[in-house]
Structures are given as C-alpha cells and as structure tokens.
C-alpha cells in the first residue's frame, strides 16, 4: 500500500506527514502529528467533538480525508491560546463550569470561535444553532451558551 | 484505495470509464466519508475533483441564469449576496442540511447523487426547474434535476459520468421559491415530508409553477398535477384544497420510525399549500 506525502500548515506552522489514502484529517492530526485535542466521538460528522477549521472554515475532522489538506491550512484547539494565556473562550468555559467530562470541548471551543469571529454580537438562538452540531451530554448545555455569550460581550467590550 | 486528483472533468471521467472497481467521486465527502469509515462503500478509485478550476465557483451564466459549481458548500451559498435573492426557495433548503460543520463542507451535487429519497436540496432544485451538465466517456449531455435519481441511493448516471456543474435558470420578474420540511425537532434531522413550490406570478394572478416533493417516494418527485392546481389562480381557497390533495394522491411513501405513511401523505398536503403561501409572497416581492 503506497503511502502519500502531504505537506499542509497547522496553527500556523508547516507540517507534513505520510498517510494512507483512507485515513481521515483527524486519524492524522491524533496520531502522527501529536495533537490529540480533537477527539473522536461519533466518526460520523454528527457529534462535532473532533471539530477543526479547514482555511477558516468550521469543519469535522473525521469527515476531511487527510490527503485532501494538501496546500491548505488547519486550524486546531492546540493553536487557540497564545503561549500560557488562554483564549477568552477558554477562561469563560472554566469561568462558568462549562464542562463536566471534557471530550466535546475542544470541539466546542473551536466551533464558538468560529461562530465569535464571523458574528461578534450573536443573538442565543444563533449561539445554539451554530453549535448544534456540538453534542455534549454532561452539561445540558445551558453553561456553554452562557459562557460563549459572556465572552462575545467581554470581547466586543474590549475591542 | 487509489486517491486521484484530476485537473478536468474529462480526466476524471476517464478515471472512472477505465476502473474496474467500485469508483467514488469526492467533493464535500460529507456522505462518501461516512460510507466509507462505516464500511458500507469502500471505493477502490477515490476521484477528488475539487483540484478541477471552477469547481468554487457561483457565476452568473449568459442567459442569466446561475452555475453552481460542483464543490461549492452550503456555507457558500448562504453567504452568496445574490444568489438567495434569486432563489431563497433553492439557498434555504441547502441551508436545513445538517450542522456548521457539515454546511462547511457539504454540496448540493452531492445531496443530489446521494440519491436519497429525503434530500433536502433536491426538492427546491426540482420546483426551480434546475438541470446539470453530465461529462461522461462520450462528451456533455445535459439532464434535468428530477430525472437524476433512480430510486434510494441510485441515480441514472451511467459508469463513467460525473456531474460537472449545476445550472439555475434565470429568475425573471415576479417570481418566488421556497421549501419547508418536516421535523420532530428543529435542527439536525432527515426530512419526513419535504414539499418546494417555484411559481411566478402576472399581477395577483400564477402563470407558472412547479412543485416538488420529497420524502414520500422512492425518490423525489416532481408534481406535475400540483403545478397545474395553482397555475391560473391567486393562491384562493379552492386553488389550496386543489394543491393539497394532488399533493397527496402523487405521494407512495414508507411506514417507518419517521413517519406512517398516513401521517407523511397528510404533511405533504399540508407543506406543500404552505411553500405554495411562502413562495407566493416572495413572488410579490415580499421578502420573507
């Protein structure tokens, strides 16, 4: 089986890697370039936790094949705090006990900072269809849409 | 698995007239990734087309109407400043597709060679009197919307053929589409009845329409009788009851865990007066 070589930037950095045609973006990212933040829920596209961007765009993972990112860019929950600060998004969520278990909120994370970037100023129903395909299954939600709330009102505050 | 990258559509027509296995083609992957990790297709050819120039691509066409390319994803078509003016009917119900993250990536050449009998974009492109370019071993054929799928899963597209763009027609004067589904939520769910209604109006008064169902047979269908039922009305009571019951009579759907097949034939009549509301409106060039 013959292996493809792929170069494609993450967080900003140049990364390359080889890969079997089969495996998908997030097998890659979890196994062969160590970043294990996006994790594997359904593998469906249904669940949303192993979610990335792909050039900006919100995507699942799970549903990108890996040798489809050549030439493109990722972005990663690993590429969402600055050194040991944090991401607004990220301080609010431990602010607000937005999380019990863990695994859906790098994916989470990622998604509200996709959603903050496109609209600074969401309405709650905007917040909760735009992370409807973010299944968490401890909190009930109601703590990730405050704690996302809160932060786009902090950082519309301090912009 | 072999993974390709042509640069035309001719090369990866080509491409597949020549494999001898089974052969996907890969846009938004939406559908052909989960048929793959789920073991339920496992391609020998995997064919990218995306790297093929004018795949991204919304454009405006000569005769004014629009060329959606092949890999443009629901994300961009909502984002598109014009392309849901003309027709909200065609954007809205690409948009009702699954979450951010698939709208990301999904297209609406791909719901349709999906060849799901519940596909949301389908029935609006129906209703808008759609067509696509196919590139096969043997050249372009063009082949209207409705006449694409062959029963659940299938289409008529023959080995080798690829859809090579998705062509709208040009929206003209007092004009309006639109499409409604049933859920038993409000997000992330497949369609138990889809109904779309394209119609255009003299004054008050419909000179043309067309009406597509989805959901309620083996694949989507085009209502011809339920057109007829509207043309030369204003959207009158008669005219509604008329709708709904031709609505009803075209419809052969499953009993399942989504819907009995009484329940199904009853929402269908019911979608279908409403689109045909939704649709009339927009036509008045009342944006809703």
Known sequence: MSMIHVNTKVNGDEAEFLCDPRETLLDVLRDKLNLTGAKEGCGTGDCGACSVTLDGRLVCSCLVLAVEVEGHEIGTIEGIAEGETLHPL???FIEHAALQCGICTPGILVAAKSLLEKNPDPSESEVRYWLAGNLCR?????KIIRAVMDTAKDMREAS | MRYHTPDSFDEAAGLAAKASGTTRFLAGGTDVLVQLRSDIVTPDDLIDIKLIPGVR???????????????????EMSEHPRLGLDWPGVVEAMDLIGSTQI???????????NGSPAADGVPALVAAGAHVTVTGPNGKRAI???????????????????????????RGQGAGDAYLRFIPRTEMDIAV??????????????TEARVALGAVAPTVRLVPEAGAALVGSTLDDTAMEKLAQVARAACDP????????????????????????IAYTRAKGERK
């Open chain 1, 90 to 92: 990220q301080r609010k």
């Open chain 1, 138 to 142: 401890c909190t009930g939600y109601d």
């Open chain 2, 57 to 75: 691509e919304i454009a405006v066409e000569d005769n004014g109407g629009w060329r959606i390319g092949v890999a443009v994803s629901g994300a």
């Open chain 2, 103 to 113: 709208q990301g990536r999904a297209t609406l050449v791909g719901n349709l060679c």
């Open chain 2, 144 to 170: 209207a919307v409705e006449e694409v799928p062959d029963g659940p899963g299938k289409t008529v597209l023959e080995k080798g053929e690829v859809i090579s763009a998705l062509h709208l027609p040009a």
């Open chain 2, 193 to 206: 009845v889809g109904a779309a209604v394209n119609l255009r109006l003299d004054g008050d008064t419909i």
């Open chain 2, 254 to 277: 499953i009993d399942d865990r989504r819907g009995t097949v009484a329940f199904r034939t009853k929402v269908a009549g019911v979608l279908a007066q409403r689109a045909a509301q």
